[in-house]
């Protein structure tokens, strides 16, 4: 599987962006995908992910101001963000994992990582 990543940015405080993950090779293996997303010096943190079912998780911080979702036909993944926070800076990441199952499931379950996006939320 190969994960393409793209849409980050620099976005003022309160704007929108949206990013975009395109899935290849053996997707058929996939039952999630995920964006995560890390800063410096921290440890990469879920931001939210959807299940082939349709499920979706988010974390506490981003609820209500993310969504995730998906477009089969295209094999992609998206992440809307509105009302972005300075805090919301960081490189953000897609992952996928064969993993089944509707819950949060540890960083190391994901198989697939694309490569960060950054995206950066001004004052």
């Known amino acids: 599987v190969q994960l393409q990543a793209s849409g980050g940015g620099l976005v003022q405080s309160g704007g929108s962006l949206r990013l975009a993950c395109e899935a290849s090779?053996?997707?058929?293996?996939?039952?999630?995908m995920g964006w995560y997303r890390q800063t410096p010096g921290n440890q990469r943190e879920l931001v939210a992910v959807i299940t082939s079912g349709g499920s979706t998780n988010y974390a506490d911080s981003v609820k209500g101001r993310f969504t995730i979702s998906r477009d089969n036909a295209k094999n992609t993944v998206y992440l809307q963000m509105n009302s972005l926070k300075p805090e919301d800076t960081a490189v953000y990441y897609c992952?996928?994992?064969?993993?089944?199952?509707?819950?949060?499931?540890?960083?190391?379950?994901?198989?697939?990582w694309g490569r960060g996006t950054q995206v950066t939320v001004s004052i």
């Open positions: 090779g053996s997707i058929f293996t996939i039952n999630a």
């Open positions: 992952a996928s994992r064969s993993a089944c199952g509707e819950g949060i499931f540890p960083l190391l379950k994901y198989d697939y």
